[in-house]
């Protein structure tokens, strides 16, 4: 809807930031009407707010009826900037949390609402200040609605799931945008991107996020409870900041006892068979609804009648059954790099594929292995089967909550549980995605019999698989 340019006020002296309408000339002549009229509203609202952390307006210059708003210059970057080059630690989260939650305080004081939060529009400015810009599609409680033709108002992804089903919206849709951008910061994707907008909205309507790895405590409860469908049980601005304060300046433990270790001689060993059992059964205990247990590094020898192979082209080494049957494309440039694994009996088998960031001529390689997976998600979606050669709109269960030697990771369960003539089998796939410092994606997949005898030996291969995996370069 504009330009925003860096330019000088002659009359004081003083750096500006000024928004120049870009409105295409051949849209009629009411929908420019309405973007012009939009440009002046976001001026009114953002100038009736009086907090820090939103801009300050200072004019509107009307020139050939064409609104140009005269703002401050905010030197420094939005936090849209920040996340593509890594995610933010809880702490710094919520302190920026807090700012972008005192400006829609003060909105929703004044009878506006944002309705675009999200991190493009949070600028990261000196001395820690931050921002919230772009009042560009506020609403003005008393003012005439708007309308524009075909099109959708908000960022699909940082949206409330009331806007989307055309609902009255309120102050707690701002809030639910809010929770979307502590997700992300602390993630480094929203829980709900796909790769278009119809998959992104049905992901806000009815995907429920995992729980954010990097956020515990207060933190991860303002989270979850923001990101409620429901906005009458979302929690008030008053509630999420004193979560938010509570992650932000999180109290100092006081140590209540000193406890001195024994000076006893010790000898140097590798843990026994007793001592990896005792730990495995605790972590077993804890992630067996997820059916997946990564241990960084794989913890142990690989079971019996397991080997490891080193593929070069893959620059990977992948763990397998010794029996099972290797299979490679038949030409290089058939879907990629990758190998196969499979059983002799064709029950089970497991494929290792990268995406090299070097032959990557579009966006096909996302910014970290959670976008990946989202994205791929999202298509499957779209299309309604994942390609596996089985019936559509299987059920699917995203996890980024996974490390791989230190380093996030993530991954999918798909499962079909269809009583489909032609598909009688039902089958699960669990598909574990890694990305490499130097940006290649890989992609673990195993797939095995959804029900009997062999789903719990496909769930163990897939475990071993992917905790046995080592990339040349992490």
Same mark, same amino acid.
């Given at each position: 809807?504009?330009?925003?340019?860096?330019?000088?006020?002659?009359?004081?002296?003083?750096?500006?930031?000024?928004?120049?309408?870009?409105?295409?000339?051949?849209?009629?002549?009411?929908?420019?009407?309405?973007?012009?009229?939009?440009?002046?509203?976001?001026?009114?609202?953002?100038?009736? @707010?009086?907090?820090?952390?939103?801009?300050?307006?200072?004019?509107?210059?009307?020139?050939?009826?064409?609104?140009?708003?005269?703002?401050?210059?905010?030197? &420094?970057?939005?936090?849209?900037?920040? !996340?593509?080059?890594?995610?933010?630690?809880?702490?710094?989260?919520?302190?920026?949390?807090?700012?972008?939650?005192?400006?829609?305080?003060?909105?929703?004081?004044?009878?506006?609402?944002?309705?675009?939060?999200?991190?493009?529009?949070?600028?990261?400015?000196?001395?820690?200040?931050?921002?919230?810009?772009?009042?560009?599609?506020?609403?003005?409680?008393?003012?005439?609605?708007?309308?524009?033709?075909?099109?959708?108002? &908000?960022?699909?992804?940082?949206?409330?799931?009331?806007?989307? !089903?055309?609902?009255? #919206?309120?102050?707690?849709?701002?809030?639910?945008?809010?929770?979307?951008?502590?997700?992300?910061?602390?993630?480094?994707?929203?829980? *709900?991107?796909?790769?278009?907008?119809?998959?992104? !909205?049905?992901?806000?309507?009815?995907?429920?996020?995992?729980?954010?790895?990097?956020?515990?405590?207060?933190?991860?409860?303002?989270?979850?409870?923001? @990101?409620?469908?429901?906005?009458?049980?979302?929690? /008030?601005?008053?509630?999420?900041?004193?979560?938010?304060?509570?992650?932000?300046?999180?109290?100092?433990?006081?140590?209540?006892?000193?406890?001195?270790?024994?000076?006893?001689?010790?000898?140097?060993?590798?843990?026994?068979?007793?001592?990896?059992?005792?730990?495995?059964?605790?972590?077993?205990?804890?992630?067996?609804?997820?059916?997946?247990?990564?241990?960084?590094?794989?913890?142990?020898?690989?079971?019996?009648?397991?080997?490891?192979?080193?593929?070069?082209?893959?620059?990977?080494?992948?763990?397998? #059954?010794?029996?099972?049957?290797?299979?490679?494309?038949?030409?290089?440039?058939?879907?990629?790099?990758?190998?196969?694994?499979?059983?002799?009996?064709?029950?089970?088998?497991?494929?290792?594929?990268?995406?090299?960031?070097?032959?990557?001529?579009?966006?096909?390689?996302?910014?970290?292995?959670?976008?990946?997976?989202?994205?791929?998600?999202?298509? *499957?979606?779209?299309?309604?089967?994942?390609?596996?050669?089985?019936?559509?709109?299987?059920?699917?269960?995203?996890?980024?909550?996974?490390?791989?030697?230190?380093?996030?990771?993530?991954?999918?369960?798909?499962?079909?549980?269809?009583? /489909?003539?032609?598909?009688?089998? #039902?089958?699960?796939?669990?598909? *574990?995605?890694?990305?490499?410092?130097?940006?290649?994606?890989?992609?673990?997949?195993?797939?095995?019999?959804?029900?009997?005898?062999?789903?719990?030996?496909?769930?163990?291969?897939?475990?071993?698989?992917?905790? &046995?995996?080592?990339?040349?370069? @992490?």
């Amino acid at each position: 809807m504009g330009t925003v340019w860096r330019a000088r006020d002659e009359t004081v002296e003083r750096e500006v930031a000024v928004k120049e309408p870009r409105v295409p000339d051949h849209l009629p002549e009411r929908e420019r009407a309405n973007a012009f009229e939009r440009m002046r509203r976001e001026a009114r609202a953002a100038a009736r @707010l009086d907090h820090p952390a939103v801009v300050n307006v200072h004019d509107v210059a009307v020139v050939d009826d064409r609104p140009w708003i005269v703002m401050e210059l905010v030197h &420094g970057r939005s936090l849209g900037d920040v !996340l593509k080059e890594g995610t933010l630690d809880a702490r710094e989260a919520a302190r920026i949390g807090l700012e972008v939650l005192g400006a829609l305080e003060a909105a929703h004081a004044a009878g506006v609402l944002h309705r675009d939060v999200k991190p493009d529009n949070v600028l990261l400015g000196r001395h820690d200040r931050v921002v919230l810009t772009d009042f560009g599609i506020a609403h003005i409680e008393g003012e005439t609605n708007l309308t524009d033709t075909g099109g959708f108002v &908000g960022s699909p992804e940082y949206v409330a799931p009331e806007r989307v !089903l055309g609902r009255r #919206p309120g102050p707690a849709s701002d809030l639910w945008s809010l929770g979307v951008v502590l997700y992300a910061a602390t993630e480094g994707v929203s829980p *709900f991107r796909r790769s278009n907008t119809p998959a992104t !909205l049905q992901s806000v309507l009815h995907a429920v996020p995992a729980p954010p790895a990097a956020a515990t405590g207060p933190l991860a409860e303002a989270i979850d409870g923001l @990101l409620d469908k429901d906005p009458a049980r979302r929690p /008030d601005a008053a509630r999420v900041r004193a979560l938010l304060r509570a992650a932000a300046d999180p109290p100092v433990p006081q140590p209540t006892q000193t406890v001195r270790e024994a000076d006893v001689p010790r000898r140097k060993r590798s843990p026994g068979r007793t001592v990896w059992i005792g730990l495995g059964a605790a972590v077993v205990a804890a992630a067996v609804a997820a059916y997946l247990v990564l241990a960084d590094p794989f913890a142990g020898p690989l079971p019996d009648h397991w080997t490891k192979d080193h593929e070069k082209d893959l620059t990977a080494t992948l763990a397998h #059954p010794d029996t099972y049957v290797r299979s490679v494309p038949e030409k290089a440039s058939d879907d990629g790099r990758w190998v196969a694994y499979t059983d002799p009996s064709g029950a089970i088998s497991l494929a290792l594929s990268v995406a090299r960031r070097s032959e990557d001529r579009g966006t096909d390689i996302k910014e970290s292995a959670a976008a990946q997976m989202y994205a791929d998600n999202g298509d *499957f979606l779209a299309r309604g089967d994942y390609r596996l050669d089985m019936p559509g709109h299987p059920r699917t269960e995203t996890d980024d909550n996974v490390t791989f030697h230190g380093r996030k990771a993530a991954r999918n369960t798909v499962r079909y549980d269809t009583d /489909d003539s032609r598909h009688p089998l #039902p089958r699960e796939v669990q598909i *574990f995605y890694y990305r490499s410092a130097a940006g290649d994606m890989y992609k673990l997949t195993v797939a095995y019999p959804g029900k009997g005898d062999f789903t719990g030996r496909g769930r163990e291969v897939a475990r071993t698989a992917i905790a &046995g995996l080592d990339v040349d370069t @992490l």
